[in-house]
């Protein structure tokens, strides 16, 4: 085995051993000045979670008719789909040999031939700003970051992404190329650290990453923002493609991962546990495994026996698994028909409607404060979302 | 559209209000971005409705 000797300053040497190989394998190492076992080497470093989109609690598969704006399948992925008909779903095509399971896949079913001129189409991924502090945006030691990703996609081109600071009015913008159609290509891009801005040490929204679909004439109007600065509208998304200019387009997604530092690392595969976990604190589904929200004759997952009389009838209390990132909104499942806002009585067997509230840290559902009615026999669901 | 949303009859508190389409119960935590959306929903004029 070759090996290189270097001296300490004082005392002592460290080696760097080569073994035999066959051919020339490449160590990359940090352009600039790094530790090298806290870029490269240690465990949390993907920044993203559920970046190899394991986690949806929400459903595997969602239909947009005309638009939607919202987080429907994968957890913390928020679809922004200003028009077009769509199905977005969780999908078993992933790239060969990379480990991953599961992708995000967004099928177009109707075109978007003459988009509007403020279409805003993209994927969306959001930041606690307490999660993003040891970036030290906004000061002279402002780290860089290295956003990488495998992407499929029918239609070919230029791509756009951007980081975009929301306390502080700021973007920058990069492009990737889609070489081939229909094929998995594994994409990096390295995005400078800002001077400029501090991102608030809290739980509110700092940080999105905008991966563009489809964008209207007021965002790509200009000269793509490449450096950090104020954000101007016309130059967030220059040249970005039409990857909806077909019904017969699909884009794919997969292991996402941002990182502090110039060079991309392998992905940092989770165990699902802590993925699901870590995707708790934005939204709690309180159904079983394998069942979403709205489900008929979905499992029990919260029963409450006799209840007594009174101004109050039924509660279940219970904590949640992981203290949510604010109070959430919850919305009550009728197990038996899967209507919101209800609990089912298996005294009546009626839907009743329930009163859900919750706190960081755990959950009520009751009767309506307003018809204290006494039942028998509580059964509910409920999810409970606090998302950026 | 939204309701509002008496979490104690006896005391008549308002303390969360309620998204009618799907029948979502918001809070009144500003860090809540459903509950920003309510904001902006009243600041364009709206007014929720009376709870049922």
């Known amino acids: 085995m070759a090996s290189i000797n270097l001296q300490g300053d004082t005392s002592g040497s460290i080696s760097i051993s080569a073994p035999s190989v066959a051919g020339s394998n490449t160590l990359t190492l940090p352009a600039t000045t790094q530790t090298l076992a806290t870029q490269n080497a240690l465990g949390i470093r993907n920044l993203i979670i559920n970046g190899d989109m394991q986690i949806a609690q929400r459903g595997t598969s969602f239909t947009v008719t005309g638009g939607d704006t919202a987080y429907r399948t994968v957890d913390r992925w928020k679809h922004v789909l200003g028009a077009g008909n769509w199905v977005v779903s969780q999908d078993t095509d992933v790239p060969t040999g990379q480990g991953f399971a599961k992708s995000l896949k967004l099928d177009v079913t109707s075109a978007v031939t003459s988009p509007a001129s403020g279409l805003f189409t993209a994927l969306q991924y959001s930041f606690e700003g307490q999660h993003l502090q040891h970036l030290k945006k906004g000061t002279s030691n402002a780290e860089s970051v290295t956003l990488s990703f495998w992407v499929k996609a029918t239609k070919t081109g230029t791509y756009i992404v951007e980081l975009d600071d929301d306390d502080n009015g700021r973007n920058i913008n990069k492009s990737y190329t889609v070489d081939a159609s229909d094929t998995w290509e594994y994409k990096t891009i390295t995005f400078a650290g800002d001077t400029t801005g501090t991102l608030n040490n809290d739980n509110g929204l700092s940080l999105r990453i905008f991966m563009y679909l489809v964008m209207g004439t007021d965002y790509t109007s200009g000269t793509l923002q490449t450096s950090w600065g104020t954000t101007v509208n016309a130059d967030r998304a220059v040249g970005q493609v039409n990857t909806a200019d077909s019904a017969s387009n699909n884009f794919w997604i997969t292991g996402v991962q941002l990182e502090v530092g110039d060079t991309a690392t392998p992905f940092e595969h989770r165990p699902y546990d802590m993925e699901l976990s870590r995707c708790w604190r934005y939204f709690y589904s309180g159904y079983a495994a394998g069942e979403y929200p709205g489900q008929a004759g979905a499992s029990i997952s919260f029963q409450q026996g006799s209840q007594s009389t009174g101004s109050w009838c039924g509660i279940v209390v219970a904590p949640f698994p992981t203290q949510m990132r604010a109070t959430p909104t919850m919305t009550a499942y009728s197990p038996n028909s899967g209507a919101s806002g209800k609990w089912y009585s298996n005294n009546t067997g009626t839907d009743q409607t329930a009163n859900a509230s919750g706190t960081t840290n755990g959950f009520k559902v009751s009767c309506q404060g307003n018809s204290p009615t006494p039942p028998n026999g509580m059964q509910v669901n409920f999810t409970a979302n606090a998302e950026l | ?52």
């Open chain 2, 1 to 52: 559209m939204y309701r509002k949303i008496y979490e104690s009859h006896q005391t008549l508190s308002t303390t969360s209000i309620q998204k009618i389409s799907d029948n979502a119960v918001i809070p009144f935590d500003p860090a809540n971005t459903d509950y920003q959306e309510y904001l902006e929903w009243v600041v364009e004029g709206n007014t929720p409705e009376e709870a049922e």
